[in-house]
């Protein structure tokens, strides 16, 4: 009796990707981005991942392992490395109109909130400050604030609003 039958595992074979999540924080990929020319003596009959689906939890290197399966169940597997970037800045929106009197000493410090109408990022928001923060008399009138938004990953975003800024003494009614 002559044996015919296939005893050479195929050869599974991986390659590096690098993957930008989307706007909703989400990123996949398919067995073809990892295959680097798996083969079998005979014929491949399944390629598969142990993981398809990645998000803002996987920022960085990710390990991934391709297994290569033939016609007659014999397997080889390699590991990849999956590369999460978040490029996605967040977004951040100024409020239309902010008046701000200067205090007894004529100065005054902005707050973010006091500027800022929202900031999203769906990797989440980091940090967020304004410029400039510390008024004085050189700003009195019309002052144009800026506000910064970086997001976990570095991303940055900004909006500015014109500000109202008056001395510290209040401004008298006028009589008509």
């Known amino acids: 009796?002559?044996?015919?039958?296939d005893k050479i595992p195929p050869d599974a074979v991986c390659q590096?990707?690098?993957v930008y999540l989307d706007v909703y924080g989400k990123a996949s990929i398919t067995t073809a981005q990892i295959d680097n020319g798996s083969t079998d003596n005979c014929a491949l009959d399944t390629l598969y991942l142990d993981r398809y689906d990645f998000d803002c939890a996987d920022i960085g290197k990710n390990p991934v392992r391709l297994t290569a399966v033939d016609g007659v169940g014999l397997t080889d597997y390699c590991d990849a490395i999956v590369t999460v970037l978040d490029t996605m800045g967040p977004v951040v929106v100024c409020r239309d109109s902010v008046i701000i009197q200067l205090d007894?000493?004529?100065?005054?410090t902005l707050t973010v909130a006091e500027i800022i109408k929202s900031t999203t990022d769906v990797c989440g928001v980091d940090t967020s400050y304004v410029f400039p923060r510390k008024l004085n008399c050189d700003h009195i009138g019309l002052t144009t604030i800026t506000v910064y938004s970086r997001d976990n990953n570095g991303n940055v975003?900004?909006?500015?609003?014109?500000?109202?800024?008056?001395?510290?003494?209040?401004?008298?009614?006028?009589?008509d």
Not at 104 to 108: E, K, L, S, T
Not at 157 to 175: F, H, K, M, W
């Open 1 to 5: 009796s002559i044996d015919i039958s």
């Open 16 to 18: 590096n990707i690098t």
């Open 104 to 108: 007894i000493n004529a100065q005054y």
């Open 157 to 175: 975003d900004s909006c500015q609003t014109i500000v109202r800024i008056y001395g510290n003494i209040p401004p008298l009614a006028e009589n």
